[in-house]
């Protein structure tokens, strides 16, 4: 069992900086890929960022070269730094952790954290 908590959500105003984090309880976060999505009102949950237990990252079109995803194996913790924010960045941002192999899947969620970008 994992448990994620995600915090670092906040207000900031629009060409502003937050920095995300979530912290995984449990003692193979290191196999988990790990994924930021983020659900605004009246809008499917979408992919944000994601990077695997190898370190590669992926992101959606709309934050690349703004959001950051790393992590730090060593304290079970996964970041997500967004910069030049903008309002349609306004959503409960959710981390997510996946391990799966050939006989199991494992999947867990945190609870989310609100960001919104408003003036």
């Known amino acids: 069992q994992v448990q994620l908590v995600e915090s670092g959500g906040g207000l900031v105003q629009p060409g502003g900086s937050l920095r995300l984090s979530c912290a995984a309880s449990g003692s193979i976060f290191a196999m988990y890929t790990m994924t930021w999505y983020r659900q605004a009102p009246g809008k499917q949950r979408e992919l944000v960022a994601a990077?695997?237990?190898?370190?590669?990252?992926n992101y959606a079109d709309s934050v690349k070269a703004r959001f950051t995803i790393s992590r730090d194996d060593a304290n079970n913790t996964v970041y997500l730094q967004m910069n030049s924010l903008k309002p349609e960045d306004t959503a409960v941002y959710y981390c997510?952790?996946?391990?799966?192999?050939?006989?199991?899947?494992?999947?867990?969620w945190g609870q989310g954290t609100q960001v919104t970008v408003s003036s």
């Open positions: 997510n952790a996946v391990w799966a192999g050939s006989t199991w899947y494992h999947d867990y």
């Open positions: 990077i695997t237990s190898e370190g590669s990252t």
